[in-house]
């Protein structure tokens, strides 16, 4: 959102924001779905998830190659 509560699309956010993003509403989502889907390979989900090795070098180009 922007400063005046106003949702912003993802091509109007800011790399800030749209890291605030995924964390808040894109991987909790995610998160749920694989841990349901796989409990044991999926306990712990993060970034590296869909981002691969790139997510710990603020990498976050899609698709990454282990898609």
Known sequence: MDAGGKKLT???M???QRKVH?????????AAI???WR????ASVDC???HGQGAP???FDMPTDHL
């Open 10 to 12: 993802w091509a109007q």
């Open 14 to 16: 800011d790399k800030e």
């Open 22 to 30: 995924m964390r808040k509403a894109v991987l909790p989502r995610a």
């Open 34 to 36: 694989f841990e349901q």
């Open 39 to 42: 409990p044991q390979r999926y």
């Open 48 to 50: 590296s998830l869909c």
């Open 57 to 59: 070098a603020d990498i």
